[in-house]
């Protein structure tokens, strides 16, 4: 079992930053994959980004990149997505999430290919 507890939402001004965080904790050894997602309001869930266990390679969806940032710590046991200019659209509960297909299997936007997944935490940006 692997255990991931997100943190560091709240609300925010369009054009702001914040910084949310993923701990995990459990049988991560089996991992390969960390991602984050998230879901508006009656909206269906979509991937935001995706990094491997290691930390040397990343993936965004088209969204977000350029604006968000997903990073692996030191300790390899927190993921983190720090989130910039940040805009209205972006408000959605984010959950982070942790796979054990490798990598090179790719689909990393496919929410069914990952094992387990935290909580949420809510972003609202105010306009």
């Known amino acids: 079992q692997v255990q991931l507890v997100e943190s560091g939402g709240g609300l925010v001004q369009a054009g702001g930053s914040l910084r949310l965080s993923c701990a995990t904790s459990?049988?991560?050894?089996?991992?390969?994959?960390m991602g984050w997602f998230r879901q508006a309001p009656g909206k269906e869930r979509e991937f935001v980004a995706a990094i491997n266990w290691s930390g040397d390679n990343t993936y965004y969806a088209d969204s977000v990149k350029g604006r968000f940032s997903i990073s692996r710590g030191n300790a390899r046991n927190t993921g983190y997505l720090q989130m910039n200019s940040l805009k209205p659209e972006d408000t959605a509960v984010y959950y982070c999430a942790a796979r054990r297909l490798p990598w090179g299997s790719t689909r990393y936007h496919d929410s069914g290919t990952y094992d387990y997944w935290g909580q949420g935490t809510q972003v609202t940006v105010s306009s």
């Open positions: 459990g049988h991560t050894f089996s991992m390969s994959v």
